[in-house]
């Protein structure tokens, strides 16, 4: 079994300031990870993704997330927030032994709103 | 352009009405899915397919059919849809052997209401 939990439901940070979201995850097996994110009114667009390869894994626009296993966490970071960082944020697994080429399950977290003010 | 699209993107209908919220992807994935998204709750899987004719449940299947006759298209059936079944709606398609780095791509969401 798999699950995901995201550690805040909302996150203020000022423009310019660091952004810190938290993931923590429980896996059976090695798992996936993934973060996305969700614009309002838009649908959901994949931010960066952890694969058994590098722990420090690079996404677009300056987000950045670190697996560590020990901890169970997949925590998203920029060092520097932008107005249009404003959105909800999701934290995914998925259980690799899975992915063998059968069906791909995804568990989502509920979510991290992410709020950055002037 | 690589795409997945739902029709329609909003929905208010009343109980018992029976519906289809279509969904088709351009890129010739195999594994298609449908997820709900409700408040507090993320997003939950409602059910999947690994190919075509080959379907199964997510985690709440209840209330909901699916179809997959052709590898580009996978329907959401409602056919008897109740109130507690008003969510925001995403449809997903990725390669074959998807979850182990490879991305899921959603489409843009229908937004259905159910008086």
């Known amino acids: 079994a798999q699950s995901v939990t995201q550690l805040d439901s909302h996150v203020s940070v000022s423009e310019g300031t660091p952004v810190l979201l938290r993931c923590n995850y429980s896996s059976s097996y090695s798992p996936s990870l993934f973060w996305y994110v969700q614009h309002p009114n838009k649908g959901l667009q994949l931010l960066l993704k952890?694969?058994?390869?590098?722990?420090l894994v690079k996404g677009i626009n300056g987000f950045e997330a670190e697996f560590k296993k020990s901890e169970t966490s997949f925590h998203l970071t920029k060092p520097s927030a932008h107005m249009s960082d404003a959105a909800e944020y999701f934290c995914?697994?998925?259980?690799?032994?899975?992915?063998?080429?059968?069906?791909?399950?995804?568990?989502f977290g509920t979510g991290t709103r992410l709020q950055v003010t002037l | 352009e690589a795409q997945v699209t739902q029709n329609p993107r909003y929905l208010i209908t009343v109980t018992g009405k029976k519906l289809t919220v279509t969904c088709s992807q351009n890129?010739?994935?195999?594994?298609m899915s449908w997820y709900r998204q409700d408040p507090g709750l993320g997003l939950r899987q409602i059910y999947y397919s690994m190919n075509v004719e080959v379907t199964d449940k997510g985690d709440v299947p209840e209330g909901y059919k699916v179809s997959r006759k052709e590898k580009r298209n996978f329907p959401l059936i409602l056919e008897s849809p109740s109130p507690n079944q008003t969510s925001l709606y995403f449809c997903a398609s990725t390669p074959r052997g998807g979850g182990l780095g490879n991305e899921q791509f959603f489409g843009p969401g229908t937004r259905l209401t159910v008086l």
């Open positions: 952890y694969t058994s390869a590098a722990t």
């Open positions: 995914v697994v998925s259980d690799g032994l899975l992915n063998t080429g059968t069906a791909s399950k995804l568990t």
């Open positions: 890129m010739n994935h195999e594994y």
